[in-house]
């Protein structure tokens, strides 16, 4: 009898111990899928990988900025790169942006980045999306995009720096010319994004490093990874902080506007305190890049309400800025006409350049109101009581 219970225990004890390494199996794999879930997915052939990334100093490059002067330097010397790719067919896309701000109002004409693409044994001559954006308005991620240009493999300056064998990577420079340079506010803060464009394999990757964090520190979004918004890149890899490696370039001094307005204003046979409106165009035809902010320097001083409005979202800059040589923008105009009848009313509304006080422009304004019929009806009256005198007025008024 003993033995039999003997016997039983052994049985149960070793349904314990595989029930046990089979637990542990278990969670060791729910473990690894865990922590690579957040970084990688796996294809069939390749491995997209979220973030490469370790603490030797790579030299980076900042040749090919041949073109003006550096304005703002985020730092290019590379230690890590993360993915920034749009393949359409895949589908697989990952986009990172950083932030950056001048001082004074400020022409760009040039970007420069340190890029690179991972598993490079296929055609790794993407092209490149490059986009600003304004500040979403607390300071952590952009906003509205104001700018963007897709740049054909052909139209970049592509130099190779090395190969990092630990990322399996070929590291890369690049420099673009902007098609239309643009301009920014000076005390603004803007955001820019540099995004690869092609079918992985391979993937491609903008550069980053961890010193020293300008501003705000870069952030990332990717719908495939799970980050459906932009995300602080702390955030994404578990409190390591770091910096995307761009530059931009341009001229030192920034480029001239010009103001110039369009369509004078005219309401007739408007009856007193009736409200009516209508639209002019305001363009700068200055030079290409300069930057343009106005406001209304006077208006007539007759009618009540005067109000204006911009009749199109003006998704480039804010307060009614607009970039040289763009297509003029139409401009809302309402007023109370005055309560004064059979009148013309004459006067100016003045636009001037808020930069420039010499710069200004003016729309001519005219508003009738229609005749008093009192006035009409009394003199077809008195017609009427003295028909002899209607020849002698034909005579005196030429009518």
Not at 45 to 53: G, N, P, Q, R, V
Not at 99 to 107: L, P
Not at 245 to 251: A, E, H, I, S, V
Not at 336 to 344: F, I, L, N, R, T
């Amino acid at each position: 009898m003993h033995l039999y219970y003997e016997r039983e225990e052994n049985k149960i004890m070793e349904k314990r111990k595989n029930f046990l390494k089979v637990a542990v199996v278990f969670l060791i794999a729910v473990a690894m899928f865990l922590s690579t879930i957040a970084v990688t997915a796996n294809t069939s052939t390749e491995t997209i990988s979220l973030i490469k990334f370790y603490n030797e100093i790579h030299k980076g490059s900042a040749r090919g900025n041949s073109k003006g002067v550096v304005l703002w330097d985020n730092g290019m010397f590379y230690t890590r790169l993360i993915a920034s790719q749009w393949d359409s067919s895949y589908p697989f896309e990952a986009i990172t942006a950083d932030d950056f701000q001048f001082e004074k109002n400020t022409v760009v004409t040039d970007v420069h980045w340190i890029g690179a693409y991972g598993h490079p044994k296929g055609d790794y001559d993407y092209d490149w999306n490059v986009s600003f954006y304004m500040d979403r308005g607390d300071g952590m991620a952009p906003g509205t995009k104001i700018y963007e240009q897709v740049f054909p493999n052909a139209e970049l300056h592509e130099t190779f720096i090395e190969e990092v064998e630990k990322w399996d990577s070929w590291i890369f420079s690049y420099w673009v010319d902007l098609a239309d340079p643009i301009s920014f506010i000076g005390g603004e803060k803007y955001w820019i994004s540099i995004q690869g464009v092609g079918i992985f394999p391979p993937q491609s990757f903008l550069s980053g490093h961890f010193l020293p964090i300008v501003l705000h520190e870069g952030v990332f979004k990717s719908p495939y990874f799970g980050y459906y918004n932009w995300t602080d890149i702390s955030e994404v890899t578990g409190g390591k902080h770091f910096d995307w490696c761009f530059q931009l370039t341009g001229d030192d001094e920034p480029a001239t506007s010009d103001l110039e307005c369009e369509d004078d204003l005219r309401w007739d046979e408007v009856s007193s305190g009736t409200v009516v409106n209508s639209t002019f165009s305001v363009s700068n035809i200055g030079d290409v890049g300069s930057m343009l902010e106005w406001e209304v320097l006077s208006y007539p001083d007759w009618g009540t309400n005067w109000s204006s409005k911009w009749i199109v979202d003006w998704l480039i800059f804010t307060n009614g800025g607009f970039v040289g040589t763009t297509t003029a923008e139409e401009i809302f105009i309402e007023v109370k006409a005055p309560d004064k009848k059979s009148k013309k009313f004459t006067g100016e509304i003045v636009l001037v350049n808020s930069e420039n006080a010499a710069d200004t422009c003016i729309i001519n304004v005219v508003l009738k109101t229609p005749r008093d019929k009192t006035i009409d009806t009394q003199l077809k009256n008195f017609l009427q009581k003295h028909p002899n005198l209607f020849p002698l007025l034909k005579i005196l008024f030429g009518f």
